[in-house]
Nanobody, 122 residues
Framework: VQLQASGGGLVQSGGSLRLSCAAS????????MAWFRQAPGKEREFVAG???????NFADSAKGRFTISRDNAKNTVYLQMNSLKPEDTAVYYC?????????????????WGKGTLVTVSS
């Protein structure tokens, strides 16, 4: 599976962004999908996950502000981010993993896209 993330950019605090991740190579609908992020000087962390059965999980920091969705016809997963805060500034990575692995952990992901930078100004 090849993953290509896009949609990052500079946004003011309180603003919104929608990240997209286009997948190719295998049957997209059979995979769990997730978004992770890595802020400068910090470890990569889980943000949101979407299983192949459409169950969702969110990090506490994302609950109530972010939503994750997928369009299997377009082989694309989205991360809608609202009410952005400066602490959301990070490189965001999309990832895909097989259905039998845990979608909220890096170890559950077999494929990674190149990140897209999100910068939230105060």
């Amino acid at each position: 599976v090849q993953l290509q993330a896009s949609g990052g950019g500079l946004v003011q605090s309180g603003g919104s962004l929608r990240l997209s991740c286009a997948a190719s190579g295998r049957t997209f609908s059979n995979y769990n999908m997730a978004w992770f992020r890595q802020a400068p000087g910090k470890e990569r962390e889980f943000v949101a996950g979407l299983t192949w059965t459409s169950s969702t999980n969110f990090a506490d920091s994302a609950k109530g502000r972010f939503t994750i969705s997928r369009d299997n016809a377009k082989n694309t997963v989205y991360l809608q981010m609202n009410s952005l805060k400066p602490e959301d500034t990070a490189v965001y990575y999309c990832a895909a993993g097989p259905s039998y692995k845990i979608a909220t952990m890096m170890s559950g992901m077999d494929y990674w896209g190149k990140g897209t930078l999100v910068t939230v100004s105060s």
